[in-house]
Nanobody, 122 residues
Framework: VQLQASGGGLVQAGGSLRLSCTASGGTFYRYGMGWFRQAPGTEREFVAS????????RYEDSVKGRFTVSRDNAKNTVYLQMNSLKPEDTAVYYC????????????????WGQGTQVTVSS
């Protein structure tokens, strides 16, 4: 499975961005999908995930109420709508696919996209 993330950019604090991650080469609809991020000098952290079966979602506490993860299996695409962005959201955002679940631990994900930069200015 190949994952291609897009949609990053530079935005002012309080603004919005929508990230997309399109999969190819596999049965996308059977994968749990996750979004992770990594800021310079920090470890990669979980942001949000969505199950393949019933669309159950999970969020990291700091993004709850601001970010929404969704998926369109017909388009092999998962989205991360990010609203009310803060400077601390600045990071490279990665999408990932999990054949078995949609957990918070990145080490269980099987495939990763290349990352897209999100920069939030104050």
């Amino acid at each position: 499975v190949q994952l291609q993330a897009s949609g990053g950019g530079l935005v002012q604090a309080g603004g919005s961005l929508r990230l997309s991650c399109t999969a190819s080469g596999g049965t996308f609809y059977r994968y749990g999908m996750g979004w992770f991020r990594q800021a310079p000098g920090t470890e990669r952290e979980f942001v949000a995930s969505i199950s393949w079966s019933d669309g159950t979602t999970r969020y990291e506490d700091s993004v709850k109420g601001r970010f929404t993860v969704s998926r369109d299996n017909a388009k092999n695409t998962v989205y991360l709508q990010m609203n009310s962005l803060k400077p601390e959201d600045t990071a490279v955002y990665y999408c990932a696919a999990d054949r078995l679940s949609f957990g918070r631990n990145g080490k269980y994900y099987d495939y990763w996209g290349q990352g897209t930069q999100v920069t939030v200015s104050s």
